[in-house]
């Protein structure tokens, strides 16, 4: 059959219409897909900033935690550090520092010139006085002393047999006429106040 000229040209523009449609169907369809693949990965994006601040909190409370509980540990060793005061197991009183020599007093955990504590070279250290127990060996009225830690002495040292305390030339740490003393026959128990432990089961322990 034979075409028109004005035939042709309606065929054309029915052609450029459809395929003007379809392009504009599929530029459509297009941006529908990258919209829901931005409101995805929005979503995701928003998830994910929620669940890392999440984990942040979560990182956060256990560092504190952690950091409260050394801090909880940290604090209780320093208020048992290795301090105790020495009681006398027949008088219940405590071995206590004066600036007359060395009493025996009544029990107080207040008390720092009643607290001792291990040190280095066997040496028992006075956290009041800030000075470590010794013998005199020239004054046998009187032969327990303090003196100053670092001094150059080979009486300074105590160690324990038992619940005995003895120091120098076997002298044990006694309690005569109500004061203490030392004596080589003497066989007086001593404990650390308020648990019943000997006095030596704290020794000292270099860092």
Avoid at 65 to 85: E, H, K, L, N, R
Avoid at 96 to 106: F, H, I, L, W, Y
Wanted: glycine content about 8%.
């Amino acid at each position: 059959p034979t075409v028109t000229s004005s035939q042709f040209g309606s065929k054309i523009q029915e052609y450029t219409h459809t395929q003007s449609s379809s392009s504009s169907s599929s530029s459509e369809g297009v941006y529908s897909i990258f919209r829901r693949h931005r409101s995805v990965s929005a979503r995701v994006g928003a998830d994910m900033k929620r669940w890392c601040s999440r984990q942040i909190h979560i990182y956060l409370f256990l560092i504190f935690d952690i950091f409260a509980g050394g801090w909880a540990i940290t604090a209780s060793q320093s208020a048992g550090d290795g301090t105790f005061a020495i009681q006398h197991q027949d008088t219940k009183k405590c071995l206590q520092v004066a600036s007359s020599g060395m009493t025996m007093e009544g029990c107080n955990l207040q008390e720092q010139l009643q607290e001792w504590k291990w040190v280095s070279e066997h040496r028992l250290f006075n956290i009041g006085s800030k000075k470590c127990l010794g013998l005199d060996s020239y004054n046998n009225e009187q032969p327990l002393k303090m003196f100053e830690c670092d001094a150059e002495l080979t009486t300074l040292w105590w160690r324990c047999k038992d619940s005995t305390l003895y120091g120098a030339s076997s002298n044990k740490l006694t309690v005569k006429n109500g004061s203490p003393s030392v004596s080589i026959d003497a066989n007086d128990a001593w404990k650390q106040n308020g648990d019943g432990h000997d006095v030596c089961e704290q020794p000292f322990r270099s860092k």
